[in-house]
Each structure stands twice: as structure tokens, then as C-alpha cells.
């Protein structure tokens, strides 16, 4: 039995190929939408993909399960629930994929989503009784359980999703034994929930002892702890969650126009005409030196989770990168559905010399300078983009804090007749605000260099 674990560490996600070698039929679960290690998997150990199987539709990314049926022939599966604009098998409670030696068994365990399922998976060459692994999607991760109040858009509401994710917690996945190993489709870092595990693998006895969730209480106790405090979901998961019930285009269809070089005159009227300019670049080069008018989300973090909750989906894209970056910047937006990508700034920055008119700049600050700065008789308005449970955990006195995904919306708020100085964490989310503040005419804008840690290593107070 083949059952490899691929984790995407910007998006939080695992996905699975489970896969019987003596048969060579295989099965991928979960996949993200660009699936070239799969298939190269796949041809390495001779297998031939027959099932891609969602175990629901995930929100916050796009699947690759359209572009695995064309590519391969794979049959997509999907809980017995589930409503789709493409043909597809629907999977019911008990029912099975045999692969060989390999026997996939289903449990409808609905509570994060109506058409949720999870998977049990036996390796008949050593045990046809009780299942090796089971794949729980979103349904139970490690440290935690899939929130139930991601599919209020739809009309459904939270409370009566978190009573099904209790049945199928305890009348379902607990039941399983304690030794059977535990593979989520997401860990640390995805808002998929509010407390998991940075572990990629546990076990039902574990879980059964350490996860909070699944402690003995009642139903109504279990609801009230797990819709509350859910972090905000970012705006692009509603579109997301459509994008994998549709017929939608298949990644690198526009792949010719997004990897395209754009002379810098046209990136120019694109962006009058409305296009948005995608700075993909780490912010320490971004904040030196910049072309006017275009967002900094970088690469090195959590970038197309930003990038899908601030671009507008309905707005063509331009991206500006070092050189030999433009492919990696369009296949991690269109992981998250940002498919119109007009192309990139050809030569990145070096299109802009001798065109100082152009460019712009983010001044940035020391620790020990704002702190000399906030003590002085006219201290700038202090901005802090984190979190708004960020910031009342720990925060600088005197700060204001206006979470990132607030900030456009909230733009009347931030003055334009004193200074301001921006931070964040580390100075990620700061340098994004800093360029959507810029494209709203607000500059002179600092920047907290090495955010709220720079502070804290500085020996200066904080306060909580």
C-alpha cells in the first residue's frame, strides 16, 4: 500500500495519493489544483489515477480534481450529498473503492459541511478488519474539528452544522480504534478552525485524549465551544467553495497571457484603465524602492491567502517579481481562484530606471527610533494591522489596531493630517497596509521594522 501525505505549507493543506502497487490503481484525495506532483508520483510507481475524491468542497482553495479527470480520466467522487455542475460518483455511508489490497471505505460525517465525508483506509495484506488510516478532511485535524460556520452564505446556519459534526464525531470517527492513524486535509495556519495542531499525523487515541473538542460534554456544549471565537473568514472562501462545485477553467488555460512580459507603458495604462499592479517581492526590497501605485503581498508568507482576501477577483492583475518568480506568483494565485493575470512587468524593477518619477518609497523605522518618536511632545498615530485578538493579547501602549482585512474598508478612520507609523507581527502585513494606504493617497506612512517582535527584542514595554 502506497499512502503519501503532500503538504502545502502556504495554504495550510494536505492532500493524499493512496494507491495499491500490485494493482497500479490509485486514488488522490483532496488535491490542489496544480497536480504535476501527483501525476509524476503516479508514472514513478506505474500507477494509473482512477478516482479523484473531494471529501467536500473545500473554501479555501481551488481543487484539482477537474484538472485530474481531464488530464488522467479520473472519476471525481463526492460525498452522496453534495450538488455539483459536473458528473460525478456520490459516495455514500459504507460504501467502498476497492484498489487491489487497498480498500477505501466511506462515512458520511457531515458538521463543517452537508456533503463532508471521511475515509477509511485498510491495507487487506495485513488487516481487512480495522482500517490503518482514516482521512478526515475537515471534519477532525489534529488539535481541533472543522468549524461549522463557514456556510452561513448558503443559508445554513452554524448551530445546526455543529450538532451534525457532533454525531459525526462521536458516533463515527470516535469509534474507530485508538491506533488507527489520523491524516486532516489542513493543519497550522488555515482558518479552517481555530486550534490545530501544527503535527500533519496523529491517531484516534490520541485525539480521543488531547483534543479539546472531542472531551466528554453534552451536544450543547460542544455547539456553544465550537462556534465560538471562530476567526473571520476570509472573503474569497464563499468563491472559493463555488469555484469546486463548478465547471470551472482549468489551471494554465490563461497560462500563455499570464506569463506574458508586458512593456512598461503598458503596464502604465492597464493600470489607469483599471488593472491592479501585484508587487510579489519580499517588502524589504518593495518598501526601497516600488513602481506607484501597486500592492506588496510577498511571496515569503502566507501569500495567497492575502492576495485572495484584498485583490479584487473582478480586476485583472499585472505582477511585478524578480526575475524567473512570475510562473510561481500565477500558479499560487490561481490557487485560490485569482485566474485573470494580464501578465508581468517585463525586467521587474529594471524597467524602471531613469523613471525616478515613477517610483516610490516606504520609510522605515527602527524599534528604539518609534519608541523616541511615541514619547515626544507630537507622536505619531500608531497603526497596528494585526489581528484584533492580536492585539489585545499583547500590543504597544498607545497603538490603535485596525486588522488588515478591515483597513480599506475602514479607510476614513486613518488620519491624513498626522503622522502614522504601521506594524504588525514582523513586518509582513505592515508593508501590504502600508502599499494599500499609498494607493489611497495616504503616504509618509513608517514602518515598524521587524513589527511587534523587533519591539519586544528591543526591551521595550508592551502592554496586554
Known amino acids: 500500500m502506497i499512502l503519501k501525505q503532500y503538504y502545502l505549507g502556504c495554504l495550510a493543506h494536505a492532500s493524499y495519493l493512496v494507491a495499491d502497487e500490485k494493482s497500479g490503481h490509485a486514488v488522490v484525495v483532496d488535491p490542489q489544483r496544480d497536480i504535476d506532483q501527483y501525476l509524476q508520483d503516479a508514472a514513478a510507481h506505474g500507477l494509473a489515477i482512477k478516482h479523484v475524491v473531494l471529501t467536500h468542497f473545500h473554501a479555501d482553495f481551488v481543487a484539482g480534481h477537474l484538472e485530474l479527470r481531464d488530464q488522467c480520466g479520473a472519476a471525481i467522487c463526492l460525498g452522496f450529498r453534495a450538488q455539483a455542475d459536473y458528473p460525478f460518483l456520490p459516495l455514500k455511508e459504507n460504501d467502498t473503492l476497492e484498489l487491489g489490497s487497498v480498500r477505501l ?216 517579481a524578480d526575475p524567473g518568480r512570475q510562473e510561481e506568483a500565477f500558479v499560487r494565485l490561481s490557487r485560490v481562484g485569482l485566474d485573470r493575470i494580464a501578465g508581468y512587468l517585463g525586467d521587474g524593477m529594471k524597467a524602471l530606471s531613469g523613471r525616478s518619477d515613477l517610483i516610490a518609497r516606504t520609510e522605515r523605522v527602527s524599534a528604539a527610533a518609534l519608541a523616541e518618536q511615541m514619547d515626544s511632545t507630537s507622536p505619531p498615530l500608531l497603526l497596528d494591522v494585526r489581528g484584533e485578538k492580536e492585539w489585545q493579547d499583547k500590543r504597544i501602549p498607545g497603538s490603535v489596531n485596525i486588522p488588515l482585512t478591515h483597513l480599506e474598508r475602514r479607510i476614513a478612520e486613518v488620519p491624513r493630517d498626522r503622522p502614522l507609523a504601521l506594524h504588525c507581527a514582523s513586518g509582513y502585513r505592515s508593508s501590504i497596509a502600508a502599499s494599500l494606504l499609498a494607493r489611497h493617497g495616504i503616504t509618509g506612512v513608517e514602518d515598524l521594522v521587524g513589527g511587534l517582535a523587533a519591539w519586544e527584542a528591543a526591551g521595550i514595554p508592551t502592554q496586554s
Open 105 to 320: 471505505r466511506i462515512l458520511e460525517t457531515p458538521g463543517h459541511t452537508p456533503e463532508a465525508i471521511s475515509i477509511l483506509v485498510y491495507d487487506l495484506a495485513k488487516d481487512g478488519a480495522s482500517p490503518h488510516a482514516v482521512l478526515t478532511g475537515d471534519t477532525l485535524f489534529i488539535g481541533d474539528v472543522g468549524r461549522p460556520d463557514l456556510m452561513a452564505s448558503a443559508g445554513m446556519a452554524a448551530g445546526d452544522l455543529a450538532g451534525m459534526l457532533y454525531s459525526s464525531l462521536r458516533d463515527k470517527l470516535l469509534t474507530l480504534p485508538d491506533e488507527t492513524l489520523v491524516y486532516p486535509a489542513h493543519g497550522a495556519g488555515s482558518m479552517c478552525g481555530k486550534n490545530l495542531s501544527s503535527d500533519t499525523v496523529s491517531t484516534i487515541g490520541a485525539q480521543r485524549k488531547y483534543n479539546y473538542a472531542l472531551q466528554p460534554m453534552t451536544r450543547d456544549e460542544f455547539v456553544r465551544l465550537v462556534t465560538a471565537d471562530q476567526p473571520e473568514a476570509p472573503s474569497y472562501f464563499a468563491y472559493d467553495a463555488m469555484l469546486n462545485r463548478s465547471e470551472r477553467p482549468r489551471l494554465g488555460e490563461n497560462l500563455h497571457a499570464a506569463l506574458r512580459p508586458l512593456p512598461l507603458e503598458e503596464v502604465l495604462a492597464r493600470h489607469e484603465a483599471g488593472d491592479q499592479l501585484l508587487d510579489v517581492r519580499d517588502p524589504v526590497e518593495f518598501e526601497a524602492a516600488h513602481l506607484k501605485g501597486s500592492v506588496n503581498i510577498g511571496l515569503g508568507g502566507k501569500f495567497a491567502t492575502w492576495a485572495g482576501s484584498l485583490l479584487d477577483r473582478s480586476r485583472a492583475i499585472v505582477i511585478i
